[in-house]
């Protein structure tokens, strides 16, 4: 049985379509890319902002990311358990944390930003180094 071409109509002119169909594509290089050090994106975020930021508090990033704290409480215990991120009592409110990389933290960062590298290097070979600066401003403007 011969396969038939599957018409898209209106849907290929759609930004959301369009978004998406982009997103997928982005997320399934950047796993790939990322596989060595096994980050999910958010986890990626989460080691970047510790890394800038020591000693910053969950709500913090929660906020800076636009993060549910019940979604939250899961991944940090997952850094946790890696041995990447470290909680210590907050000063001076002890009942928040200020979280800290480990020095594995530290290290696997350091990996990590080198494949980021490639997967963004891989996202100007098919835009080109223009496209990409474009991308970024267009992708800001909706954010």
């Known amino acids: 049985m011969q396969e038939r071409t599957v018409r898209f109509g209106p849907l290929s002119g759609?930004?959301?379509?369009?978004?998406?169909?982009?997103?997928?594509?982005?997320?399934?290089?950047?796993?790939?890319?990322?596989?060595?050090?096994?980050?999910?994106?958010?986890?990626f975020s989460v080691l970047i902002l510790i890394n800038e930021n020591p000693g910053i508090r969950p709500t913090e990033i929660c906020?800076?990311?636009?993060?549910?704290?019940?979604?939250?409480?899961?991944?940090?215990?997952?850094?946790?358990?890696?041995?990447?991120?470290?909680?210590?009592?907050?000063?001076?409110?002890?009942?928040?944390?200020?979280?800290?990389?480990t020095p594995e933290g530290k290290a696997l960062h350091e990996r990590a930003l080198q494949l980021h590298e490639n997967w963004e290097n891989l996202v100007v070979e098919r835009l080109g180094a223009?496209?990409?600066e474009q991308l970024l401003a267009l992708l800001q403007k909706l954010t």
């Not at 997928?24 to 986890?43: F, G, H, N």
């Not at 215990?77 to 990389?101: F, I, M, Q």
């Open 63 to 101: 906020a800076a990311l636009g993060l549910q704290k019940a979604n939250f409480v899961p991944l940090l215990n997952e850094l946790e358990r890696r041995a990447l991120v470290v909680r210590h009592a907050g000063v001076p409110d002890r009942r928040s944390s200020a979280l800290h990389l």
């Open 14 to 43: 759609y930004v959301g379509y369009a978004l998406r169909r982009a997103q997928l594509w982005s997320v399934a290089a950047y796993l790939s890319a990322m596989k060595e050090v096994d980050l999910r994106p958010t986890q």
């Open 130 to 132: 223009d496209g990409r």
